[in-house]
């Protein structure tokens, strides 16, 4: 198989190869298609919980149960700094 990469993708790999984090490119191609096997299982494993959580919360807008982004973003630093405190 030939696989053509970016010059940022030839870079990255690259980067990963000097900075010792792989003994080779194939060692970073395994690995990379690994973490993309695992994420897709994940995918598929929550896709259900997913789709519930995308109908309650479509039928929390249509109660007018819902916040603008600024608030929502404004609750949730706020709670992340009670956590820190």
């Known amino acids: 198989m030939t696989v053509t990469l970016t010059a940022e993708q030839e870079k990255f790999i690259a980067e990963q190869l000097a900075g010792g984090h792989y003994r080779d490119v194939a060692d970073i191609i395994t690995q ?18 997913l789709r519930e959580k995308i109908v309650t919360g479509m039928e929390q807008i249509r109660r007018g149960e819902m916040v603008d982004g600024r608030t929502a973003i404004r609750n949730l630093r706020e709670n992340l700094l009670l956590r820190r405190s």
């Open 32 to 49: 990379s298609l690994g973490m993309l096997r695992a994420q897709e299982e994940l995918i598929r494993s929550n896709a259900a919980e």
